[in-house]
């Protein structure tokens, strides 16, 4: 690690780009993929337990009740996200072709992420417990806004359907470890000692994440199917979208008057969008058309946002660290 430093490379952005060369080399198929995903969950799981272990009750409390955070992530994802897919239409045909802006605009209408946004959140020293909330509660509200935006804004085969198996997913996965972890924070102080265990299952489920979905797109031959001249186009726009949403993050906290620790909650949350959700919606209301076209957006999206959030993240630790050593009293010699 000290060699890394020396060099200027950032080990977490070093295992970022392993986790997607191997995805490319060696992707998940069949029974791996299967155990990756249960692999994925289980990592998950126990990410929100050290969650709940790490927080205090009061402070998990506070993270409840800072409702101007909570409907700031929604209004991002819901409102601001849409109105950029709706703007988009400007480049048809000229940039992007009719399937091709309709796997951008789905794009702007799925879910935030919950698991690496908070991870993420957690990396750049954010408000974890805002982060749990805020993430939770707008992907929930997405799992009946989507749909009904799809099918506002869209053209789909109509039979888009709300499982609430969806809900029972993220409560299950999320949110029960979570409280779990609230219960037994007083046996766990001796895990909680050793910071180095939470920052290695924060790291080890992004890596797994990026692993999986670019397992998915090899799997799917999603990257070799379209013309080199559409990919840079549709990498380009992904670019520009998430460029504009971080923007509009980054200084709408400030002039919101959020703290720091609010202000980076809303900067993850609020800018990801998620693959696992996205992939199955789409699948349901765009049934008899080319799905792989229309997430194909979604998927590029989801890997530009995973290795910019891994740059900003680190960044925000370090400013953190430094803002720390300046506050720091020196010691002066006698």
Known sequence: MKFLAKLRIDAFMLGIL?????????????????????????AIGVLFLLYGARLEPREALAGLRHWRLHSTVPAVTYLIFPLIGLALHVLVPSVLTDDLYTGVLFLCLVPST???SIAFTSIARGNVAGAVVSASLSNLIGVFATPLLVMLLMDTTGNATVSPTAILAIVVQLLVPFLAGQLLRPRMTWLLRHATVTKSVDRGSVYLVVYAAFSAGMVEHIWSGISPQALLAIV????????????ITTFGSRLLGFARPDQIVTVFCGSKKSLATGLPMASVLFAGHQVGLIVLPLMVFHQIQLLTCTVLAQRYARSAQSDLATAAPSVQPA
């Open 114 to 116: 919950v698991q690496s």
């Open 18 to 42: 392993a986790s997607v060369a191997v995805a490319a080399l060696l992707p998940a198929r069949g029974a791996a993929a299967d155990a990756l995903d249960w692999i994925t969950k289980i």
């Open 236 to 247: 380009a726009v992904c670019a520009g979208i998430l460029s504009v949403v971080l923007t």
